[in-house]
């Protein structure tokens, strides 16, 4: 069965924006699935959804073949989805590092071995081909280690999938070259993938599959071009 699928959902914010409407979506496992539409289209809520930021007003989530019926973002690391976004949610005023084993590692009051978690962090890093500082503070080094470091502690809470939200945005030329060589490896190694962009160049580089939206509705998927040369 797919890795994530959205069955006839629908999300209609309280001021009464109907962001997503009867989305259809599934994305097999070990697949890198483009969202691409214009501003406003609805991809960050679908992303939210399936993330758990937001519920469905109708419709239903399913992760692994389980219907979402957990709650909140903590649930994600239940269900195995990890995600980058623009709002990153990591601690400004601790370590690289601490931010990667938080919340998974025991320990007191949130506070986790130092040592250990360099160590974790190092083999995690050298394992994924993502380079960060593990001693470094998150609020001193750049917004793209920022991400490497979220996609990190996705990858040390055992994520099966992972959502990027614009990643590229906040990237150099160089990063963005590092960071698709790196999805690349994790799916290959199973890894399902989706990822939001609106540039699509990148997307035909990186993605197997395009969804489009408009409005809100899922207009189409399509395979990349590439895709089809791999195949
Ligand atoms: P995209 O990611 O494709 O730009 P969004 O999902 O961010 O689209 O937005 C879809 C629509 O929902 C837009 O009209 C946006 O203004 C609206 N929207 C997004 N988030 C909220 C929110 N938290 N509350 C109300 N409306 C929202
Ligand atoms: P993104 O598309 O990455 O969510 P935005 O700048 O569109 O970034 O939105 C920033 C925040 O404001 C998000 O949490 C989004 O859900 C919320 N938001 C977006 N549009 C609206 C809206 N029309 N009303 C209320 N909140 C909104």
């Known amino acids: 069965g797919p890795a994530v699928a959205a069955r006839a959902v629908t999300k209609t914010y309280g001021n009464g924006v109907r962001a997503v409407r009867g989305v259809d979506l599934e994305v097999p496992p070990g697949e890198i699935r483009a969202v691409v539409g214009e501003n406003g289209a609805g991809k960050s809520t679908l992303m939210k959804l399936f993330y758990g930021l937001e519920q469905p007003s109708s419709g239903e989530i399913v992760i692994g073949g389980q219907p979402r019926t957990l709650r909140g973002p903590a649930s994600a690391i239940a269900l195995g989805v990890g995600m980058v976004h623009q709002n990153l949610m990591l601690v400004p005023s601790f370590t690289v590092a601490q931010n990667v084993v938080l919340g998974v590692e025991p320990g007191r009051r949130g ?121």
């Open 111 to 231: 506070l986790v071995d130092p040592k250990a978690a360099v160590e974790t962090t190092a083999r995690l890093a050298e394992e994924a081909g993502l380079a960060v500082e593990p001693r470094a503070r998150v609020e001193e080094v750049s917004v793209g280690m920022r991400q490497r470091t979220e996609i990190l502690k996705s990858l040390h809470r055992k994520a099966k999938v992972l959502i990027l939200d614009e990643p590229t945005a906040v990237l150099t030329p160089q990063e963005t070259e590092d960071l698709f060589a790196a999805v690349r490896r994790l799916r290959d190694g199973g890894m399902t993938v989706l990822f939001i962009s609106h540039k699509l160049r990148e997307v035909r580089e990186i993605s197997d599959q395009v969804s489009v939206m408009r409005a809100g509705s899922l207009v189409g998927t399509v395979a990349t071009a590439d895709s089809t040369e791999r195949s």
